[in-house]
């Protein structure tokens, strides 16, 4: 009976260490995949947005200072993409879209940025923006051309990229959030279009009673 009592509670006692170790592996039960945990280490991290330069479709060139006092809302892409970043880039469409016109271009700049500097000229960029209807000022699509400077942003951001023989390439996709300090504060599930607008619209709002 004794040995029975003993056995029952060195159980419990097993269970309760194992989910503590869980809870702390998993960042609270958050992270239970290395994407998952790979996102919360960046929204804790909270990334600066490194000094590049970046060069539009217009052929401007400038750094993210450009984007001063406004939060930035970014994808990573690359236009000869045949399956993930057409889809990217609808669904952020549709996330510029809910949001009140007051705020694009005053508080918030939505910045489609390509890892493909080689074949993503300006002009190839202009022509990819007007297939989703980016104005190219209040939603800009760019490239950074310097390959030591685009390695460091991918690289800051936790963006995954993998070319082929094919010219193509394996990378991960999201929405990327970064505030008025140039600091990543949110990396957001591409395909979930409403909640990431709705946060959006929760953290501009927050941000006008600061």
Known sequence: MINNRYTKISFFLVIIFGLGLFYIGTDGFTAFTAE????????DDK???????LEDSMGRKYSISEFEDKYVF?????????????????????VYDKLPNSV?????VFLSISFDPERDTPAVLNKYKDFFKSDGE???MARIPNQAELESLLKAFGVIVIPDDNRNFAHN??????????SLIDVMDYKKIDEAAQKVVNI???SEEE
């Not at 694009?104 to 918030?108: Q, T, Y």
């Not at 996709?173 to 140039?182: E, N, Q, R, T």
């Open 36 to 43: 998952t945990a790979r996102v919360q280490q960046l929204k």
């Open 204 to 206: 501009l709002e927050n």
């Open 173 to 182: 996709s999201a929405f990327y959030l970064v505030d008025k300090m140039g």
């Open 138 to 140: 209040t939603w800009r």
């Open 104 to 108: 694009k271009g005053e508080e918030i």
């Open 74 to 94: 970014i994808t990573f892409l690359y236009t000869s993409c045949t399956t993930v970043c057409p889809e990217l880039e609808y669904n952020m469409k549709q």
């Open 47 to 53: 990334p600066k947005f490194p000094d590049v330069t």
